[in-house]
């Protein structure tokens, strides 16, 4: 029996909410899933900001509601979404809609992109599981949307899925269609230097 029923539609929040196994809901769309602990590329320039926001970070941290999600957005992911602007000139859509099909739509919380990168970031209260399988189809829309770059050109989508002081990464290879769930964990602030430094080589043009 199909996780998906075809004759109805779904947003990407509503596939989290189904709480299936990740790699019997990617099966669903024709995508494979692999899990596996890897050193993601890291940019190697400056970081001019890093020390200010590390600082403004641990600042903040203690006297912040964690219960919240909106204050986990707001004060903890909205400020390394700005980095990023900073670093890489990225666009940036926040609670950006698209639809590919009724079974491939929804809001991404955050979608940033350059000339030729896309990265795709999904905040999430405390469940990474199911925010790992919501952003793993969101990566699967990106990889149909009308929109995204070429194969060629970014044969590789990157998203990210954030509790505001936890993130994990995973990767779309495009042309084997198949998703890696990267199982090391990033941990705000404490690892927010190499977090920011993989974030900004996504973006790069290098991939």
Not at 40 to 57: A, F, I, K, P
Not at 85 to 102: D, F, G, M, P, W
Not at 114 to 126: P, S
Request: hydrophobic share 40%.
């Amino acid at each position: 029996m199909p996780l998906l029923d075809p004759n109805r539609s779904y947003t990407f929040s509503e596939i989290a909410k189904l709480k299936a196994p990740t790699d019997e809901l990617l099966a669903e769309y024709g995508y494979s899933l692999e899990r596996t602990l890897l050193d993601l590329r890291q940019y190697q320039g400056d970081l001019d900001r890093l020390q200010e926001r590390q600082s403004r970070l641990e600042e903040i941290l203690p006297y912040l509601d964690l219960s919240n999600e909106q204050s986990r957005r707001e004060m903890l992911i909205a400020p390394v979404m700005a980095d990023l602007i900073h670093y890489t000139r990225a666009q940036l859509r926040i609670e950006y809609s698209i639809k590919v099909s009724n079974q491939l739509q929804g809001a991404l919380d955050y979608l940033l992109r350059t000339t030729t990168n896309l990265l795709v970031v999904e905040a999430k209260q405390e469940d990474l599981t199911n925010g790992f399988t919501q952003m793993a189809v969101e990566l699967i829309a990106l990889d149909q949307w009308e929109k995204c770059p070429s194969v060629e050109q970014q044969p590789q989508l990157f998203g990210a899925v954030s509790t505001g002081t936890i993130w994990q990464f995973g990767i779309l290879h495009r042309q084997h269609k198949l998703i890696t769930q990267i199982l090391t964990l990033y941990r705000v602030p404490t690892d927010l230097e190499p977090l920011t430094r993989i974030l900004i080589a996504a973006l790069s043009s290098s991939n």
